[in-house]
């Protein structure tokens, strides 16, 4: 019997999409749970604490902009039979806040609209924006997720799949240079003097490097990726980091974008070797949209995408490929070496045996052929037998639809910074097909999430405390009303590509009904 796909049974399960019917209730009718009357014995608790266990107890999750709310300060969560809109206005310390209920959530709003003077002065004062497109220097065709970083300091980005990239640079780095990588291309290197604002465009050339067939037939992949795993502890390193990343997950039908959400996050990565203890995130800031209404008769939601982003470190976690138990179910050859920066790397293609028929996956692995590093890796289930993980994916159909999988792919990159490799790029994009039991036609829908890394640090990094971690059920805040890049202020985000930028913009009469006042 062949063993279980550790990789994929233990590692993606994780990454489960929620299919239901969209229930919406009568808003009104839910008003009365803000004068329902708790008891609470908790005493004194941050901020973030106290809207957990409201939240536990009220059955209702909290939405919220992170600049009305200090998660970390200390509040008192002592109260006897009290209606919860009091329990919210001493917790919260706040008599301009408003209370709205939609669905289950309770989204918290200020009547009047946050000043953005004050903060937008700092900004101007402290950070100067640069943004543009990496492009082919041949073609013009730019090149999605390439690299982009700061060479003196772990601050940096990735292009998005129109090869457009923002990058805050603070003052104090102004003397800094900018390095952009892409496999496949000579590194290029340019010195902020010689960039000014927005619209810059950064060519890259193309390397061709002439290897002889017979030298790549001679080289045994396993070898490499055996190489590579005896190397991740020099490579990655053996002590934690702390990453801060932007994140984005979404759900599309046909063109119609149902649910949007984004965030910066904090993430401590723990040591690649010899630890016990898992990565942790944190949430800085974050917003969320909903675009579903009671004439979507299905919805889909994307399940534990932010957690599943870090599972999807291979390196840490070790895809299935590169697992010793499991390559004896693959077949590896080398298709090509290309330039990394001013290096080569080895491009392994990998694909299930043919005498193999669960699901498993097939796509390159990209070896630093010096070090032998893991720069990139880009994947998929098997198409073939993607049937058979209908139940990995599906956490719950809707009755009367029959819902499966038609693509599932992943793409992660790691980054050299100061001689060490750390993640840098994890995305996913996942089509379903759903279609109405006895009805001919389909629905198509195409989730995605994406994890970029802008910013590095490993000096005096410690674990997250257990009560600053961000709860799944309120990451993410419901109570913006358009798609303002200004909502980041000097946070580093990825930019939407135009299919996603459009189809936020169509939403803009939707988003009206979730948001307070305007901001």
Do not use: C
Request: aromatic residues 12%; glycine residues 6%; neutral net charge.
């Amino acid at each position: 019997m062949l063993p279980d796909n550790g990789f994929i049974r233990k590692k993606l399960k994780a990454l489960l999409l929620i299919l239901a019917l969209s229930l919406w209730h009568n808003v009104k009718a839910q008003e009365n749970i803000l004068d329902s009357l708790f008891t609470f014995t908790e005493g004194v608790v941050k901020t973030a604490n106290a809207l957990n266990i409201i939240s536990r107890q009220s059955g209702y999750n909290f939405s919220y902009d992170s600049r009305l709310i200090d998660p970390e300060k200390e509040t008192s969560l002592s109260f006897t039979n009290s209606r919860l809109n009091d329990i919210l206005d001493s917790v919260l310390a706040g008599d301009s806040l408003r209370y709205t209920i939609v669905d289950r959530y309770i989204i918290i709003s200020r009547q009047m609209p946050l000043p953005r003077a004050a903060t937008d002065s700092i900004f101007l004062f402290s950070h100067t924006f640069i943004s543009g497109t990496v492009v082919d220097s041949d073609s013009d065709e730019p090149l999605p997720f390439a690299t982009i970083g700061l060479k003196n300091t772990g601050r940096g980005t990735v292009t998005n799949a129109s090869g457009e990239f923002g990058l805050n640079i603070p003052y104090d780095r102004l003397n800094d240079t900018i390095s952009i990588s892409y496999l496949g291309y000579l590194g290029n290197e340019i010195p902020l003097s010689r960039i000014s604002g927005s619209n810059v465009q950064i060519r890259m050339q193309r390397e061709f490097i002439s290897i002889p067939e017979i030298i790549i037939r001679t080289q045994a992949p396993q070898e490499i990726i055996y190489r590579a795993l005896a190397a991740i502890s020099p490579n990655y390193g053996n002590t934690p980091a702390k990453l801060t990343a932007f994140y984005r997950e979404g759900v599309m039908k046909k063109q119609k974008l149902q649910n949007y959400s984004e965030a910066v996050i904090s993430i401590f990565k723990s040591s690649y070797s010899g630890s016990l203890f898992g990565d942790q995130i944190k949430i800085l800031k974050s917003r969320k949209i909903d675009n579903v209404n009671m004439r979507d008769t299905l919805s889909v939601r994307l399940k534990a995408g932010l957690s599943t982003s870090l599972e999807l470190d291979g390196v840490k976690n070790h895809f299935d490929f590169i697992s010793k138990t499991s390559m004896p179910e693959y077949r590896y050859s080398i298709s090509d070496i290309v330039s990394y920066e001013d290096e080569s790397a080895y491009v392994i293609d990998f694909e299930q045996r043919e005498n193999v028929e669960q699901a498993l996956f097939r796509g390159s692995l990209y070896v630093n052929a010096l070090d032998y590093a893991i720069l990139h890796a880009e994947f998929e289930v098997h198409p073939k037998y993607l049937g058979k993980m209908k139940s990995s994916f599906i956490s719950s159909t809707s009755k009367g639809f029959d819902t499966w999988p038609q693509s599932v792919k992943y793409s992660i990159s790691y980054r050299r910074f100061s001689n060490r490799y750390f993640l840098n790029h994890v995305r996913g994009d996942l089509v379903f097909i759903s279609r109405q039991k006895r009805k001919l036609f389909n629905s198509q829908f195409r989730v995605f999430f994406e994890l970029a890394v802008t910013g590095i640090e490993t000096e005096g990094v410690s674990r997250f405390d257990r009560e600053g971690l961000a709860p799944i059920h309120s990451v993410f805040s419901r109570t913006i009303k358009s798609y303002d890049s200004k909502f980041w202020e000097n946070q580093d985000f990825l930019r939407p590509e135009e299919n996603l930028l459009q189809a936020l913009k169509n939403m803009n009469v939707r988003l009206g009904e979730f948001s307070g006042e305007d901001q």
